[in-house]
């Protein structure tokens, strides 16, 4: 059982550089997220898609875009990347609005 | 604006002890709480979740919560802790629709033998 899956999961960029994060779930769910992870913070809202083609801004959203790409696939892309979003990001995904998040096991992402 | 307090940032118990991680959270309305786990380098794991109903909720690996609406409190509890429960927990209560996780900023749990 894959459920989330995201891609890479360790990643150095230098300063100004893109990329994009993959995400991918095999649940059929509606609803995908991505967090950030930082010590001490918790985890933090970036981006989520309530369902297919549509996305919404979470708590943190500057310095990042998303696309739905169909149900089973949510990216995320840094177009120019900084050393603030040096951080662990996480995608999930659920499958109706207050249902359980089900969580990827995470990128790291180290900007220089 | 919903918010989420863990006021303990790091807990040391011994293997056998009992355990209670405290949660606050901050919302008008009825909240939809959960308790998540995190072992290192891996996502996260749902222990239990509070939506209506009894106050005193129980979930996996024998963990049980209670919910106090006059204290705005859902604490996690633990009868005997294991070594395999050293981990990072995670409280979050539900902000508007679509289930968007406001998260608190985690108790590392570590566990003597």
């Known amino acids: 059982n894959a459920g989330v899956t995201q891609t890479p999961k360790f990643q150095v960029l230098k300063t100004g550089q893109s990329m994009t994060l993959q995400c991918a779930q095999d649940?059929?769910?509606?609803?995908m997220y991505w967090y950030r992870q930082d010590p001490g913070m918790g985890l933090r809202l970036i981006y989520y898609?309530?369902?297919?083609?549509?996305?919404d801004k979470g708590e943190v959203p500057n310095g990042y875009n998303v696309s739905r790409l169909n149900k089973r696939e949510f990216s995320l892309r840094l177009e120019s990347a900084a050393p603030s979003q040096t951080s662990v990001y996480f995608c999930?995904?659920?499958?109706?609005?207050?249902?359980?998040?089900?969580f990827g096991e995470g990128s790291r992402l180290t900007v220089l | 604006a919903q918010s989420v307090t863990q006021p303990d940032i790091h807990i040391t118990v011994s293997e056998g002890a009992s355990l209670e991680l405290r949660c606050n959270y901050s919302?008008?309305?009825?909240?939809?709480l959960f308790w998540y786990v995190q072992s290192p380098g891996q996502g996260l794991q749902l222990l239990l979740k509070?939506?209506?109903?009894?106050?005193l909720v129980q979930g996996i690996k024998g963990f049980e919560a209670e919910f106090k609406r006059s204290q705005s409190s859902f604490n996690l509890r633990k009868p005997s802790v294991h070594w395999s429960d050293a981990a990072e927990y995670f409280c979050?209560?539900?902000?508007?629709?679509?289930?968007?996780?406001?998260f608190g900023a985690g108790t590392r749990l570590a566990v003597h033998p």
């Open positions: 999930a995904s659920s499958e109706r609005p207050t249902g359980e998040l089900f």
């Open positions: 649940m059929n769910h509606n609803s």
């Open positions: 898609s309530a369902s297919e083609g549509t996305t």
């Open positions: 919302y008008g309305a009825t909240p939809y």
């Open positions: 509070y939506f209506s109903g009894d106050t």
């Open positions: 979050a209560v539900v902000s508007g629709g679509y289930n968007k996780l406001i």
